[in-house]
């Protein structure tokens, strides 16, 4: 079946720096992408939609200048964290759909700021 | 935007009982309705979905029931197993087959021996 695959799947990064997440549909092209935020024991949060080709769509209190989404092919999409802090400690998670239909999620990613 | 409720946050059952998980939506143009089991640390697995022009949808022990004009969908889990053990979340699309979805609030549930 189609896979989404996800990289890294933890990090563990010092505060300032900056993390990029990759993700990628393995055999099948994604014109969108989602990426979503998870902190623990609470629900996934939408964070953005990757456009291929054009700039990704943010939902509403999601910093577009902290959280840089490309888009730059069908297969894959990167959100870059950029100057970390503890409080973006959490678990990313990205999906990805068939022009048909169902949403495959990559494994995620286990962000740590230090 | 979408807004998912979804009852109860957590739930403990024996095993071989039922499970019920509801939710309420509010967008009338949602139309497409799935159901996510994840164990912890893991992504979340498609368990069962539900499209607008369907009432129920069976799956073995799994079933989803939609209403649409009370705008609520149920997860029910029959004869549950300890494997069965996890959060569930429900979802709402405006889009059908899979776009931009907004996610319940999750239940955890837990099948005890």
């Known amino acids: 079946g189609a896979v989404v695959s996800q990289h890294p799947s933890r990090v563990i990064c010092k505060s300032g720096t900056s993390v990029k997440i990759e993700c990628r549909s393995l055999?099948?092209?994604?014109?969108?992408m989602f990426w979503y935020r998870q902190f623990p024991k609470q629900s996934l949060m939408l964070m953005a939609t990757?456009?291929?080709?054009?700039?990704?769509?943010?939902e509403q209190g999601v910093e577009k200048d902290k959280f840089l989404i490309n888009h730059a092919s069908l297969t894959l999409s990167t959100l870059t964290v950029t100057s970390a802090h503890p409080e973006d400690s959490s678990f990313y998670i990205c999906?990805?759909?068939?022009?048909?239909?169902?949403?495959?999620f990559g494994e995620g990613s286990r962000l740590t700021v230090l | 935007g979408e807004n998912v409720e979804q009852h109860p946050s957590t739930l403990s059952v024996q095993e071989g009982d039922s499970a019920v998980i509801k939710c309420t939506y509010s967008?009338?143009?949602?139309?497409?309705f799935p159901w996510y089991k994840q164990e912890l640390g893991k992504r979340p697995q498609l368990i069962i979905d539900?499209?607008?022009?369907?009432g129920e949808k069976k799956d073995q022990r799994i079933a989803v029931t939609l209403n649409k004009t009370a705008k609520h969908f149920s997860l029910h889990i029959t004869e549950t197993q300890p494997e069965d053990s996890a959060v569930y979340f429900c979802?709402?699309?405006?889009?059908?087959?899979?776009?931009?979805?907004?996610f319940g609030t999750g239940t955890q549930l837990k099948v005890e021996l």
């Open positions: 999906s990805a759909h068939r022009a048909a239909g169902e949403l495959f």
């Open positions: 055999d099948f092209q994604a014109t969108t």
């Open positions: 990757s456009n291929e080709g054009s700039k990704a769509t943010y």
């Open positions: 967008d009338s143009a949602s139309n497409y």
């Open positions: 539900i499209r607008s022009n369907v």
């Open positions: 979802a709402a699309s405006p889009a059908g087959g899979g776009n931009k979805l907004t």
